[in-house]
């Protein structure tokens, strides 16, 4: 099976990158090599003609690739259940020149300024909640679920190196009829995606990113459609042909999707690739890629330190999990004591990296509050506060997990008196527009929040429509848009980038709260503690 792919970038009318992949699809002969009935992941060290095994998924049937120096292979069920003998078949070469892109690339951000580094923790490892939406309603769901895994395991290898764990939190099979009308221009059907995910689905099903499957042939050579650096936004969406019979050749697909919307472009010749090709080729050749590009992992750092995506650093509980359990992938899931990678991975004594159990004596493998395989004592502080609005966090002696974290009051005076304590923040407009654009930027003048009463796009209070601006009342000016000067502007029609934080202080003993001024009785409830904090806070 050969694909190609190309990727062109156009304008979405919300002003957002979108990038299209295109397929040529051609079947080629398979010689069978042998039969296996069952294998596991495997590193070969002393045999260097082996470069890689990768197993997609023990617990689905062994569906799978493998590769030595100068072929690959695939492992597929000799049977429709998959029970039973299974057949190693060559992934044949076969000579066409890919097609590629014709339109230049241009960076998400090309229009956007120098942004500051903005992560608010370690970039020690990241997670995506995807919810996968399968449009498969004539097809078996346990069919539909098992290819989902195979191919959300591919992705997982391939974010791997990337330090990013894909989270599969949710999967919709449409099996009655589609939610959606889904028709063949990709354009049409990802903007009705995206706005039955943000007017459905968000409302249901907590995730981060969210991608559509379909069967349906699009127009021309596209089997994908996503938007650009755009996760954690109303536009963390993509749309996916199930153009090719292998689960790692649309996870492939996904990968190259997911990547735009981290704020990936298509590699150029200047990118370094160790492999043939790389995830974001413009062209996919009959090799799978299955590792990102130097430009890909810088672009990912910039869109990180840049756009700050927080819902990444969320990571999922192990009961958010639907995808079945693998011991290896660094992530601990439901069945396990911990995980600590792969064999040649793992450097951590508390755990087995072959059984994902603790070794003996262990109490623990992992967690802010365990050292040496031990569960720390009480009196140590997990987690120090990180401003005056903040309070430490001590373990309880009886957990490997650092407790909640906790704050003082919200409406607390901080900043010498200047501002007022929000959910362990002290929110004030010159950090904000610091945050935003820059050191050398600063709050603009009052004549600039005046015209927030406007309602036009760049001033306003409330938008309760993409296209509908509300102007604000004469006392809630200065909790609309937030106004910076020596600063670039950014037009995301999508998310309010510049609006005033909620807590920001907007007069004596007011903040701003839902982009209206109000006391801060009215917005922290003050003769009721509990309803301030909602459980968190100190006083």
């Known amino acids: 099976m050969q694909t190609f792919l190309e990727a062109t970038r156009t304008v979405h009318p919300n002003h957002l990158g979108i990038s299209i992949f295109k397929t040529v699809v051609r079947r080629v002969c398979t010689s069978k090599l042998g039969i296996i009935s069952e294998y596991t ?36 069920p000799l049977s429709g259940d998959g029970d039973g003998d299974h057949a190693v078949l060559k992934y044949e070469n076969v000579t066409n020149t890919p097609s590629v892109c014709g339109v230049t690339n241009t960076s998400w951000d090309e229009n956007t300024g120098d942004f500051p580094p903005r992560l608010s923790k370690s970039r020690s490892r990241l997670s995506v909640r995807v919810t996968f939406i399968s449009e498969k309603a004539d097809s078996d769901v346990n069919k539909v679920r098992q290819r989902v895994y195979e191919i959300i395991n591919f992705v997982n290898a391939v974010y791997k190196p990337l330090n990013t764990f894909i989270a599969l939190t949710g999967l919709e099979i449409w ?39 379909t069967g349906i042939d699009f127009d021309g050579a596209t089997v994908g ?53 790389c995830i974001m080729a413009a062209a996919l050749s009959y090799n799978i890629p299955r590792q990102f590009s ?35 992938n660094g992530f601990l899931e439901t069945g396990e004591e911990c995980d600590c990678g792969s ?67 919200n409406g607390l005076p901080c900043k010498n008196g200047n501002s007022y304590c929000y959910n362990g923040q002290c929110p004030r407009r010159e950090d904000q527009c610091i945050k935003m654009w820059g050191a050398n930027a600063v709050v603009a ?27 604000c009342q004469t006392e809630d000016i200065m909790c609309g848009k937030l106004f910076c000067e020596n600063a670039t502007f950014y037009s995301d029609r999508d998310n309010d980038f510049g609006q005033v934080d909620t807590g920001t202080k907007c007069g004596e003993e007011k903040v701003c709260s839902q982009n209206q001024c109000v006391s801060l009785e009215v917005a922290y409830k003050a003769t009721n503690c509990s309803a301030k904090c909602k459980g968190h806070g100190v006083s």
């Not at 459609?225 to 292998?246: E, K, R």
């Not at 996904?254 to 090709?277: A, F, K, P, Q």
């Not at 040496?372 to 140590?380: G, I, M, Q």
């Not at 609005?389 to 704050?407: A, I, K, Q, R």
Request: proline fraction near 5%.
């Open 294 to 328: 130097s430009c890909s992992v810088g672009s990912l750092e910039q869109y990180l330190n840049s756009r700050n995506p927080e819902c990444l650093l969320n990571k999922p509980q192990r009961i958010e999990l639907i995808q079945p359990a693998v011991c290896g």
């Open 41 to 76: 992941s495997l590193d070969y060290p002393h045999m260097p003609h082996f470069s890689e095994i990768v197993l997609i998924s023990k617990m689905l049937h062994c569906r799978g690739y493998f590769q030595t120096a100068e072929q690959r292979f695939l492992i597929e």
């Open 343 to 409: 064999v040649t991975e793992c450097t951590n004594p508390c755990c087995n990296a072959t059984t994902c159990r603790m070794t003996k004596g262990s109490e623990c493998a992992d967690g802010e509050c365990c050292q040496h395989c031990k569960v720390t004592d009480a009196s140590y502080m997990c987690r120090p506060k990180h401003d005056e609005c903040d309070l430490p966090e001590y373990c309880t002696g009886d957990s490997n997990v650092c407790p909640e974290d906790v704050f003082v009051v």
């Open 225 to 277: 459609l996503a938007f650009i650096g755009t996760l954690c936004s109303g536009h963390s969406t993509g749309v996916i042909q199930d153009h090719n019979p292998l689960a790692i050749a649309v996870g492939a697909t996904l990968s190259h999707e997911m990547g735009h919307n981290l704020g990936m472009n298509h590699d150029s010749s200047s990118c370094i690739c160790t492999d043939s090709t």
């Open 175 to 213: 099996t009655d009829s589609d939610k959606i009308v889904v028709t063949a221009p990709a354009g049409e059907t990802l903007d009705k995606f995206t706005s039955w995910r943000n007017d459905v689905l968000m409302k249901r099903q907590r995730h981060d990113n969210a991608h559509l499957i």
């Open 445 to 471: 003048s009052d004549w600039c929040y005046s015209q927030n009463k406007r309602g036009l796009s760049y001033a306003y209070c409330k938008r309760p429509t993409n296209d509908q601006y509300i102007g």
